[in-house]
């Protein structure tokens, strides 16, 4: 019988994510997926809005940021190194009303204390 150092329930990004972490640590490490559809990734994985998310909506110094954060650098990454095409578009938060507007105060600020640069406040009038 096969043995192996880990079993990871699941296909999706987080499984695929988790496995290739564990090998690039210890390649010599013997790791089963176990999926159950017919192929990867069709769930979520598959089937979501395709953001790679910035991070600006989380508190400062939470794990939440820390790790959206680190996340971007590193998918990034991964992209490049593997001809994974990705547009960085940018995103535009509107605010329709005056507690829109200190909300969205609030979401500059969140965006500065976790790093994000080229935060800009665009006007209508
Ligand atoms: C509508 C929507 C839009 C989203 N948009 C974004 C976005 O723009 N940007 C972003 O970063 N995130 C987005 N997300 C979140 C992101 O898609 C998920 O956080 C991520 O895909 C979760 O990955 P996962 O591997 O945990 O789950 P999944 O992709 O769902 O994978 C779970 C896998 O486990 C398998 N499985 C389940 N049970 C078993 C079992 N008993 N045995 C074997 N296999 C099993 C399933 O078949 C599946 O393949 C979105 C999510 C949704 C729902």
């Known amino acids: 019988m096969k043995k192996s150092d880990f079993i990871i329930i699941g296909a999706g990004i987080v499984g695929l994510a988790t ?4 090998l690039k640590a210890k390649p010599e490490l013997k790791i089963t997926i176990l999926e159950k559809e017919n192929r990867l990734g069709k769930h979520q994985t598959g089937n979501n809005s395709g953001v790679i998310h910035s991070g600006i909506y989380y508190k400062p110094g939470s794990s939440k940021a820390r790790n ?11 992209c490049n190194q593997n001809q ?5 578009t940018g995103k535009i938060i509107v605010a329709a009303n005056q507690n829109e507007e200190i909300a969205l105060n609030e979401i500059y600020n969140r965006g500065v204390k976790n790093g994000l640069e080229k935060l800009k406040f665009l006007s209508n009038k």
């Not at 496995?19 to 564990?22: D, F, P, R, V, Y």
């Open 84 to 88: 994974i095409d990705y547009k960085l």
């Open 19 to 22: 496995a290739l972490k564990l």
């Open 68 to 78: 959206c954060r680190i996340g971007y650098e590193q998918l990034l990454k991964f």
